[in-house]
């Protein structure tokens, strides 16, 4: 396979084909035919525990010329705990009951909540058509 990926990093660019590649913390990686024609380098952080340390998603862009800028890369992630206990409830309270701490409402896992990624899409689209941006095509 790093054969097939070598060919696709020396052929690729006069194809309009290019090659974006992830790997682990491997000593040979540096090495490989794609590394050596590499372009643009992300570096992620590894998160570490403690307030004054990284935050997951936080990184380095290399560029071939040698600049090099950090970023903070946002998190998507699945269904968003506990959707239905968020918002706001109006129940009839007894006289007697006054100063009660409030009662936690019954948690509705349904599965199908909205995830993170479904609205940041939504936002997108919305700030969009606010700007009345032009339609990009499918990648897909």
């Known amino acids: 396979m790093m054969r097939a990926l070598e ?30 024609r590499a372009t643009l380098r992300v570096t992620l952080d590894a998160p570490a525990p403690g307030p004054d340390e990284p ?28 959707t239905a206990t968020l918002r706001p409830t109006v129940v009839p309270l007894e006289w007697h009951r006054m100063g009660d701490p409030p009662a936690r409402r ?20 919305r700030a969009a058509r606010e700007v009345a941006a032009a339609q990009v095509p499918s990648l897909l």
């Open 106 to 125: 019954p948690v509705r896992e349904l599965g199908n909540g909205p995830t993170d990624l479904a609205l940041l899409a939504s936002a997108l689209e």
């Open 55 to 82: 935050a997951p998603g936080r990184g380095r862009l290399a560029c071939e010329d040698g600049r090099v800028t950090p970023f903070q890369g946002g998190r998507v992630t699945g269904r968003i705990p506990r």
């Open 7 to 36: 060919a696709v990093a020396r052929e690729g660019e006069r194809l309009g084909v290019h090659l974006v590649a992830a790997t682990g913390p491997c000593p040979r990686t540096a090495e490989t035919e794609p590394a050596r």
